[in-house]
């Protein structure tokens, strides 16, 4: 039998839910209906009105959805319809969500209570699966590269610097996989010895695979792909010998540099690539071609063009997009940045990203990059927005407020003003010792000096650490373990945010409270923002 379902609303909404309601009648052929609640605007339902409302719907429908816009819990009121209630979307024409759910996923919907994209995550995922695996494409470095996207494919470069070891390189390589590459880049400079870097290729290759490999060193590029040792050439332009080098087979990745430059212009620069495309399938190689992302200031929206031209011109050939050559040139968060440059580039046909996490504010861009292809991924896919797909880059911000602030007790309570009566509270020397907190490879390490000698505690969490000080009775004054709380939760932060940690230090500071701005509207520098 057709699931049977209760759309909860105001009056004022009512005629607006019918329409959508009925679109998904259409596509569904359940049995939905619209419930106006005596309140005018959704939002504002009472907690009672709507108990009430849903006393009169006991045993007519499987399901109830109430306004996604209610404030309070829905604990209780499940009783009161005789079947789950869960809170719709925010936005009513989110609830067309329903019909790709479909009548298995509603089971799954009375469980998380909410209806939400990332209900279908799991199913969108799944379509971008089976839409990799029968688009036209290119077998490289053990991954299936899409002619266009979706999806798209992570390659990460690590830069290998002079006399690295084997095992230290192919350790490096194995924590990029873990953060999400789909296909490794080993970069080697021109001041590496032949011999030495193909016993480090040998040793990467050892542990995870034949990688790409990006070096100015042609005979290096040469002859590790004639060992197996690599699996993609990047870098390869106009009259380049690798053209004629490397074994037939070999997989390529073609950049459109004449004389050491791109051309400016984006038509001449699609021209110069789709030559080099055919110039390199004659000499048997498979190419995917760069048309080569510029730094923003200095060409970087050309270069977008550029893109789209080759993508014309080039229906048959992937194409790369090297997005480090942005974010590492704009000091701003990269997670942002990149969630930007995967959609535009994605857009613009490239179904590889090439990214770097070399420079100290650009950690864990692999990781970043990933998700951001997830999201590009889906939104092509299901052409929708790469928002609200449960699966995002927010990282200080948030998408929503996590809840209303807990409720106080009734009675008559006296307000303090903390501020002041800090300002008596001088520092006291806790007798029991005094601590030393840092983060090392993820680890919250404090030391601790003091009547019981010196120990040192390590964790992973500011949990662990506060409750074995705790038990070791490491502090003796409440304000001491207070402080040591304080610290070991900026700790944990900074290892899992991959930031430094200076104890005492503040962790994050806001830009607007730091940093200049100008001003177009009031022709003036405006100073950083008071904290306080």
């Known amino acids: 039998m057709a699931p049977r379902i209760a759309v909860v609303t105001g009056r004022r909404a009512r005629s607006y839910l019918e329409d959508i309601v009925g679109e998904l009648r259409r596509r569904t052929g ?20 709507l108990a009430a409302t849903l006393r009169r719907l006991r045993g007519r429908y499987d399901l109830v959805i109430v306004p996604g816009t209610l404030e309070y819990s829905l604990e209780g009121l499940g009783r009161e319809a005789g079947a789950p209630v869960v809170k719709g979307p925010r936005e009513p024409e989110a609830l067309l969500l329903l019909a790709e759910l479909g009548e298995e996923g509603l089971e799954k919907l009375a469980e998380r209570g909410e209806l939400e994209p990332s209900l279908l995550l799991d199913k969108w995922l799944e379509e971008l699966r089976r839409r990799h695996l029968s688009a ?34 192919a350790e490096k390589a194995w924590e990029l ?3 999400g590459a789909d296909i490794l880049v080993a970069g080697f400079g021109s001041d590496w010895d032949r011999g030495e870097a193909l016993e480090v290729l040998r040793a990467i290759a050892d542990r995870v695979g034949p990688v790409a490999l990006d070096t100015p060193d042609k005979g290096l590029a040469a002859e590790a792909a004639a060992r197996g040792l690599s699996c993609l ?19 390529a ?22 030559r080099l495309v055919e110039k390199a399938r004659g000499a048997g190689l498979e190419p995917i071609a760069d048309p080569l992302v510029d730094p923003p200031g200095m060409g970087f929206a050309s270069s ?4 789209l031209e080759a993508s014309r011109r080039l229906p048959g050939t992937p194409l790369m997009a090297g997005i480090a050559n942005v974010y590492e040139l704009v000091d701003a968060d990269t997670h942002g940045q990149i969630a930007v440059l995967a959609m535009l580039y994605a857009e613009a046909g490239a179904s590889v990203l090439l990214v770097t996490e070399e420079s100290w504010k650009s950690r864990m861009a692999v990781a970043e990059a990933s998700i951001a292809a997830t999201m590009a991924g889906v939104a ?7 928002k609200d797909l449960g699966v995002d880059l927010l990282y200080a911000k948030e998408k929503k ?22 300002g008596w509270q001088g520092f006291r020397v806790d007798r029991a010792g005094s601590h030393l907190i840092s983060v090392e490879d993820g680890v919250i390490r404090d030391v601790y000096i003091g009547r019981k000698g010196v120990l040192e505690l390590g964790g992973v969490s500011a949990e662990q650490v506060y409750k074995a000080a705790a038990f070791l009775r490491l502090a003796s004054e409440p304000s001491h373990y207070a402080y040591l709380g304080y610290e070991l939760c900026k700790a944990e932060l900074a290892a899992l945010m991959r930031r430094s940690y200076a104890q005492d230090e503040p962790l994050i500071e806001p830009p607007w409270t730091r940093c200049k701005r100008y001003s177009a509207r009031e022709r003036r520098v405006v100073k950083p923002e008071n904290r306080g």
Not at 31 to 49: G, N, Q, S
Not at 145 to 155: D, F, K, N, S
Not at 304 to 307: E, P
Not at 401 to 422: E, H, T, V, Y
């Open 30 to 49: 359940w049995r939905i209906e619209v419930v106006e609640a005596p309140a005018e605007v959704a939002a504002l339902i009472p907690r009672d009105v």
């Open 136 to 169: 036209p494409g290119l077998e490289a470095c053990g991954v299936r590269v899409p002619v266009r996207p979706p999806p798209l494919v992570v390659a990460a470069e690590l830069y290998i610097q002079p006399h690295t070891g084997g095992e230290e390189a």
């Open 177 to 179: 996989l873990g953060r």
């Open 233 to 251: 050439t990047l870098s390869i332009g106009w009259g380049d010998p690798l053209l004629e080098k490397l074994p037939r087979g070999s997989r």
């Open 253 to 274: 990745v073609v950049i459109p540099l004449r004389e050491g430059a791109p051309p400016r212009d984006p038509a001449e620069r699609a021209e110069l690539l789709a």
């Open 304 to 307: 977008v063009a550029a893109y």
């Open 380 to 386: 092509l896919l299901k052409r929708r927005w790469p």
């Open 401 to 422: 407020p996590r809840g209303r602030p807990p409720r106080l007790p009734r009675r008559r309570r006296k307000r303090l003003d903390a501020a002041s009566i800090a």
